[in-house]
């Protein structure tokens, strides 16, 4: 039997998506505060988690996050809030559906039976997955060779995704420009190494909200460039 986190503050909204749930052969748990919520989901083993975006504590969102670092279990984000914005937020974060209110019980039903079918459908196939590097809403499938900036794909030449990809899978070094130059061009002396400022410089307009306080690449003045998380 599959078990179900739903965290929810309305506590006859929690009260009816269990009923209805449970009427489907689920064993459901209920958490109405976001704090507890975000606590049961990382120490409990649930098949699927439903959270309502607005929670006291501890907000649905920051729960997706904190939850998707360290677990793959299909996520369905619930909110009153019908913004795009907030869509494409949540999805950016890893959930996996986005439900707003109000919604039909059957529907919920419904969907929570195709991300359980499909989660079952991943877990249990011998296909090997895209690798894929996932940092604060910012998605690089390497097998791919996309890019995603909160779940919206953005377009890259073939060095930009190499170099991003690079710092990426190496966080927290510190690279210099002749370092980057050899690595991603693969040339010693030949060529110009202000590409790699250019390049660095075209990543940061795709994948940065400011480019001139950059949360992704920093520049290391004076020596080069690094990756943080």
Not at 101 to 111: G, I, M, Q, T
Not at 158 to 180: I, R, S
Request: hydrophobic share 40%; charged share 30%; aromatic share 8%.
């Amino acid at each position: 039997m599959s078990k179900i986190l739903i965290v929810e503050d309305e506590l006859a909204i929690a009260e009816l998506e269990k009923d209805y749930l449970e009427l489907s052969g689920f064993e459901v748990h209920i958490e109405t505060d976001g704090t507890a919520g975000l606590k049961a989901a990382l120490e409990e083993d649930y098949d699927l988690l439903l959270l309502d975006l607005m929670l006291p504590g501890t907000d649905g969102m920051t729960i997706c996050e904190r939850v998707r670092q360290v677990k793959n279990v299909p996520i369905l984000m619930v909110s009153a809030k019908k913004d795009d914005i907030d869509k494409i937020h949540g999805l950016g974060l890893g959930a996996d559906d986005y439900v707003t209110k109000p919604f039909s019980p059957s529907e919920l039903v419904a969907r929570v039976k195709a991300h359980l079918a499909r989660y079952e459908r991943l877990i249990n196939s011998n296909v090997p997955q895209n690798e894929v590097i996932e940092i604060r809403g910012l998605k690089i499938d390497k097998t791919a060779r996309r890019v995603f900036v909160n779940g919206e794909e953005k377009a890259f030449t073939t060095k930009e995704f190499d170099l991003l990809a690079f710092l990426a899978q190496n966080p927290n070094h510190v690279f210099t420009k002749e370092e980057l130059f050899r690595k991603i061009w693969d040339m010693e002396s030949i060529g110009d190494i202000a590409t790699v400022t250019v390049h660095i410089k075209k990543i940061r307009e795709k994948i940065e909200m400011n480019t001139s306080k950059p949360q992704y690449i920093e520049t290391i003045w004076g020596v080069g460039y690094r990756f943080k998380i």
